[in-house]
């Protein structure tokens, strides 16, 4: 079992930036891959961004790229979302997810196996 906890969500005005992180603990060492997902109000959830647990490649959805970086630093067990030039769109809650299975591709943000609470991002004008 893996547990994960989001943190760092808030609001912040159009154009800031925020650094969500996920505390991840139990059984990590078993993860293959972990990513972050969101869910705005009436609309489906979005994968957002993904990383292989072993090496450094990484997907950004088109939506945020230029904008978010994903990171994982493996020693303590955290994932890092950096959101930059925020913008209302952005608005959403945003999830932590974490995989022991091998996925088709990091870009298809399937395979995922934990979850996380969610923690709220809000952008206003």
């Known amino acids: 079992q893996v547990q994960l906890v989001e943190s760092g969500g808030g609001s912040v005005q159009d154009g800031g930036d925020l650094r969500l992180s996920c505390a991840a603990s139990?059984?990590?060492?078993?993860?293959?891959?972990m990513g972050w997902f969101r869910q705005a109000p009436g609309k489906e959830r979005e994968g957002v961004a993904a990383?292989?647990?072993?090496?450094?490649?990484?997907y950004v959805a088109d939506s945020v790229k230029g904008r978010f970086t994903i990171s994982l630093d493996n020693a303590n067990h955290t994932l890092y979302l950096q959101m930059h030039s925020l913008k209302r769109e952005d608005t959403a809650i945003y999830y932590c997810?974490?995989?022991?299975?091998?996925?088709?591709?990091?870009?298809?943000?399937?395979?995922?196996?934990?979850w996380g609470q969610g923690t709220q991002v809000t952008v206003s004008s």
């Open positions: 139990g059984s990590t060492s078993s993860l293959y891959h």
């Open positions: 990383i292989y647990t072993a090496g450094t490649t990484t």
């Open positions: 997810a974490a995989g022991f299975r091998r996925p088709l591709s990091l870009a298809s943000m399937r395979g995922f196996d934990y």
